[in-house]
T-cell receptor, first 110, second 114 residues
Framework: DAKTTQPPSMDCAEGRAANLPCNHSTISGNEYVYWYRQIHSQGPQYIIHGLKNNETNEMASLIITEDRKSSTLILPHATLRDTAVYYCIVRVENDYKLSFGAGTTVTVRA | GAGVSQSPRYKVAKRGQDVALRCDPISGHVSLFWYQQALGQGPEFLTYFQNEAQLDKSGLPSDRFFAERPEGSVSTLKIQRTQQEDSAVYLC????????????FGPGTRLTVL
């Protein structure tokens, strides 16, 4: 599996956009980029995933570079409830396993 | 609707005791997963069921770990002769059909082995 690199932590201001980077320079053509988050004392929660096109849903937007070697998760208007560990995961299309790394601890400050 | 539930939420065991952790997946979900999360780390895959069939148990750390899902619904993760290194949060997830569908996680069971 391709591995991902994320910054260990980042802060952002409430109401502002939070941009979470992820590097996956060895990603293969059939591997998707998934994002999950884990709020303290809860199980991970699916956010969004994509292959090569940018994706948007009610929670976030996912921007994948043209060469697919990196991506950015955007939380458009961060709230205090968005404080969590965010995991960027690269996953082969037919692979059921999720391989979590250490993630990015995001702290949203008032 | 009800999500994935796990019980107990917290378990304290003395070293050498056997423990059983239960997972109730979302009704109708075919696939079920167990993950182990050590303190400060991301979850790590343990095992995967499709209905009652255990298709992958490659992540189970030792033969003291055993998982079952006899009727294709509720699953139990059993750890025999617990060791201190087994202390972790054990997460269960389920998905609707194939394992590649979105996985929905339960809150986890925090196991502390003294």
């Amino acid at each position: 599996d391709a591995k991902t690199t994320q910054p260990p932590s980042m802060d952002c201001a409430e109401g502002r956009a939070a941009n979470l980077p992820c590097n996956h320079s060895t990603i293969s053509g059939n591997e998707y980029v998934y994002w999950y988050r884990q709020i303290h004392s809860q199980g991970p929660q699916y956010i969004i995933h994509g292959l090569k096109n940018n994706e948007t849903n009610e929670m976030a937007s996912l921007i994948i570079t043209e060469d697919r070697k990196s991506s950015t998760l955007i939380l458009p208007h961060a709230t205090l409830r968005d404080t969590a560990v965010y995991y960027c995961i690269v996953r082969v299309e037919n692979d059921y396993k999720l391989s979590f790394g250490a993630g990015t601890t995001v702290t949203v400050r008032a | 609707g009800a999500g994935v539930s796990q019980s107990p939420r917290y378990k304290v065991a003395k070293r050498g005791q056997d423990v059983a952790l239960r997972c109730d997946p979302i009704s109708g979900h075919v696939s079920l997963f167990w993950y182990q999360q050590a303190l400060g780390q991301g979850p790590e895959f343990l095992t995967y069921f499709q209905n009652e069939a255990q298709l992958d148990k490659s992540g189970l750390p030792s033969d003291r770990f055993f998982a079952e899902r006899p009727e294709g619904s509720v699953s139990t993760l059993k750890i025999q002769r617990t060791q201190q290194e087994d202390s972790a949060v054990y997460l269960c997830a389920s998905s609707l059909s194939l394992g590649t569908d979105t996985q929905y996680f339960g809150p986890g069971t925090r196991l502390t082995v003294l």
